[in-house]
């Protein structure tokens, strides 16, 4: 039985060496590891304050480049509908340049068409009158080969001055 119930002063050294360890735990144990207790918690505590900031900038510049790429987004199509306008202004000017150039063209052509047109009916009117004077020369040396054919040309010619007065 001696194993189960110690004996007492047994049992008194081990109360004595049990109060001495807590009495200096107590003194330089416990306040050891409560301030590295502290230290860690406000280490995890500063951690999770800098891990909760750093989520909190980092939904910040989410929102920040979703902002810039819808403002790009807004730029790019800005962009493409100014030149899509400008495209238009272009291609309208040249289409106006072209209809004036045009028609600066089919006048210049009708000017000359005319030009033409009145100098063939100038050079047509001078040979038909060449032609005439020649064809005139012709029969008049033809019907006025002697001196009677001559005198009755000068009396008809007569007859109808004085017809027409």
């Known amino acids: 039985m001696d194993l189960l119930i110690p004996s007492t002063g047994l049992l008194f050294w081990m109360t004595i060496t049990f109060l001495v ?8 144990g416990f306040p050891v590891i409560t301030s590295m207790v502290k230290e860690r918690q406000a280490f995890i505590d500063d951690s999770l304050r800098k891990a909760h900031e750093a989520n909190e900038r980092l939904a910040n510049i ?16 800005q962009i493409l509908k100014e030149a899509a306008e400008t495209r ?16 600066r063209l089919l006048d210049d052509a009708r000017v000359a068409i005319e030009q033409e047109k009145k100098a063939a009916i100038a050079d047509i009117r001078k040979q038909v009158a060449t032609l005439s004077v020649e064809i005139a020369e012709k029969v008049l040396r033809q019907n006025l080969k002697d001196d009677k054919a001559q005198m009755d040309l000068i009396n008809r010619m007569l007859d109808e001055v004085s017809t027409d007065k």
């Open 21 to 28: 360890v807590f009495f200096l735990l107590w003194k330089f």
């Open 88 to 103: 238009d202004a272009i291609v309208e000017k040249a289409q106006d340049k072209a209809r004036q150039e045009g028609a």
């Open 62 to 77: 989410q929102k920040e480049g979703e902002s810039i790429l819808q403002e790009a987004r807004e730029k790019q199509a």
